[in-house]
């Protein structure tokens, strides 16, 4: 893949803004399930000076279950803030396995992404 076509302006400046109103998103996000944590974790504490609570269990899969989520909204914060950090570069939309352009209607669909379809076919 040697196809070196850049974005078009109009492309990459609404790519821009859809990256940064996912980042306030997964901000926002990121801030509810740390709330969401420290409420269970909370509970939990309350729960441990009885140690045959049956809430225990229902707490620690409550937490299970908010910790990923939590972990799944960080990572896709992070894919999002490194897209932001290569949009003003040539960088930007190509695929950063094999160098290729990445197709504006995935990028459009997923602006953070950083390798094109076949790559991450390839990869998963
Ligand atoms: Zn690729």
């Known amino acids: 893949m040697t196809d070196a076509t850049p974005l078009p302006a109009g492309t990459l400046a609404e790519l ?20 969401e944590l420290d409420l269970v974790r909370g509970a939990r504490a309350d729960a ?15 937490w299970s279950r908010i910790a990923g989520l939590r972990d799944a909204t960080r990572s896709r914060l992070t894919a999002v803030d490194r897209a ?14 094999c160098g290729g352009q990445i197709a504006v ?14 790559c991450a076919r390839a990869m998963s």
């Open 16 to 35: 821009r803004h859809a990256l940064l109103e996912r980042r306030a998103t997964l901000r926002e996000r990121l801030r509810e399930e740390a709330a």
């Open 48 to 62: 441990a000076d009885d140690e045959h609570d049956p809430e225990g269990s229902t707490l620690s899969s409550d």
């Open 84 to 97: 932001l950090e290569r949009i003003d570069g040539a960088a930007y939309g190509r695929c950063l396995r």
């Open 105 to 118: 209607d995935r990028l459009e669909a997923r602006p953070e992404a950083e390798h094109c379809i076949d």
